[in-house]
């Protein structure tokens, strides 16, 4: 199905959230309240986000990524204030898609969102070692083997999220203005616009260095049809920037008009499922081939060593 002939909104916006009068929220920081209330998935096992322990994942090298027009102007694309996020809808032709990286097969890139705080200590869903980002962007894709989202979210890996940390720096990320001057007509809930962003500027610069795992859409309705891949090195953006995100936009829960801000869920415990890391970073991989070129030089010269002493009738 193409995305071109979709309507945009809603069937696109089930994605993270239901619709503008949707009946969950963010509560607090943290996420205390009790979604598995509403009859979904959202007290299973396999949910996200996760803290993600750097020296318990699993090394794999999975091959490169494969992305295609993710750099093309997002001609069409529309950002909206959904009530929950930003988001951006992307439904240009060609749609960007998703191979390789050790996914099964292409996905369609369908939306990206962010979730953060209203302060730089925490904001981002995953966590890395025990620590938070102030915020964290989800790019959606789902599986090609599927007509569409709503199939494709009650299928395992169904659907494929990018999830990329930023962190906050003294400079303006040039490549995120595309969002943030958009937010001034953002404000209420509903009314989206156009927006031009090119999305591979928005990922970090190595981006088949990752980790990766088996877990779930972190609002409602919480579906474990998500793989999900998670870069270590987080974007830079400015506190300008973020500030603007905490600031110029309004939600709307039980007649409450409060600002957008703490929009992330809380974590969700591992329950021994396996995360994997690929990194193929020269920093990271360099100590590896040297520690493995050392043993060979040792194992060399030990059993010449052997030889040595054998020939001179010591063994
Ligand atoms: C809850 O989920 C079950 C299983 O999917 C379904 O049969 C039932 O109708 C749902 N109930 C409500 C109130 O949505
Ligand atoms: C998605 O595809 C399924 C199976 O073909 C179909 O039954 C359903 O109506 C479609 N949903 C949407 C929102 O297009
Ligand atoms: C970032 O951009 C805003 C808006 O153009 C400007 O007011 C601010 O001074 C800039 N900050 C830096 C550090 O360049
Ligand atoms: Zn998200």
């Excluded at 790019?139 to 009650?154: D, F, G, R, W």
Aim: hydrophobic share 35%; glycine share 6%.
């Amino acid at each position: 199905m193409s995305l071109s002939s979709r309507i945009y909104f809603p069937p696109l916006g089930l994605l993270c959230f239901i619709s503008l009068t949707s009946s969950w929220s963010y509560l607090e920081p943290g996420g205390t309240i009790d979604w598995s209330s509403k009859n979904n998935t959202c007290d299973e096992t396999f949910q996200s986000p996760i803290d993600i322990i750097t020296s318990e994942a699993i090394d794999k090298r999975f091959p490169p990524f494969h992305m295609e027009h993710y750099s093309t102007t997002a001609d069409g694309a529309r950002i909206v204030n959904n009530g929950h996020t930003v988001e951006v809808h992307l439904n240009q032709s060609p749609a960007p898609t998703l191979s390789g990286g050790g996914l099964d097969g292409i996905y369609t890139a369908v939306q990206f969102h962010f979730h953060w705080g209203s302060s730089d200590n925490y904001g981002s869903e995953h966590f890395l070692d025990g620590n938070s980002f102030p915020m964290e962007m989800h790019i959606v894709h789902y599986s090609q083997k599927y007509p569409n989202i709503s199939e494709a979210l009650t299928k395992k890996n169904g659907l494929a999220v990018l999830a990329i940390f930023f962190e906050v720096t003294n400079c303006n990320n040039t490549e995120f203005q595309c969002i943030i001057k958009k937010l001034p007509s953002l404000r209420n809930p509903g009314f989206p616009t156009r927006v031009y962003c090119n999305l591979l500027k928005l990922l970090p610069k190595n981006f088949d260095d990752f980790f990766r795992y088996s877990g779930s859409l972190t609002t409602p309705p919480c579906s474990e049809s998500v793989v999900w891949t998670v870069y270590p090195k987080a974007v830079k953006i400015s506190s300008w920037q973020i500030n603007q995100l905490r600031t110029q936009l309004i939600r709307i829960y039980d007649g409450d008009r409060t600002v957008l801000v703490n929009n992330f869920r809380g974590l969700q415990s591992r329950n021994n499922r396996r995360i994997y890391k690929s990194i193929i970073d020269s920093g990271a991989t360099l100590p590896r081939q040297f520690s493995q070129l050392v043993f060979l030089l040792v194992m060399i010269l030990s059993v010449a060593n052997l030889e040595l002493f054998s020939s001179a009738g010591v063994i």
